[in-house]
């Protein structure tokens, strides 16, 4: 699986942005889905998760009520929908696949990468 983000850009506080993971492969719809972020000089963490069905999301505290995450599996994609965004919420975001299928929200569950879209909100 090969997984494409998209999406990520340069936003004022309180904006919003939406990102897009693409992935290629025709066994997208088994898995589940999440969002990482890091900021410089953080570690990575779980901003949101997806089961394979879309029937069950996880988010972390610190989005809850401003990020959405959602799927297509008949187009293969995968979005974050940013809202109220803040300065803290800057950082490189990743999407990533794992084979788990159920809402996985540890890092090491994952099997799949894609590459990182910065996201920048300024104050």
């Known amino acids: 699986v090969q997984l494409q983000a998209s999406g990520g850009g340069l936003v004022q506080a309180g904006g919003s942005l939406r990102l897009s993971c693409a992935a290629s492969?025709?066994?997208?719809?088994?898995?589940?889905m999440g969002w990482f972020r890091q900021a410089p000089g953080k570690e990575r963490e779980s901003v949101a998760a997806?089961?394979?069905?879309?029937?069950?999301?996880h988010y972390a505290d610190s989005v809850k009520g401003r990020f959405t995450i959602s799927r297509d599996n008949a187009k293969n994609t995968v979005y974050l929908q940013m809202n109220s965004l803040k300065p803290e919420d800057t950082a490189v975001y990743y999407c990533?696949?794992?084979?788990?299928?159920?809402?996985?929200?540890?890092?090491?569950?994952?099997?799949?990468w894609g590459q990182g879209t910065q996201v920048t909100v300024s104050s």
């Open positions: 997806i089961s394979w069905s879309g029937g069950s999301t």
């Open positions: 990533a696949a794992s084979t788990l299928g159920r809402t996985v929200v540890a890092d090491n569950l994952y099997h799949y």
């Open positions: 492969g025709r066994t997208f719809s088994s898995y589940a």
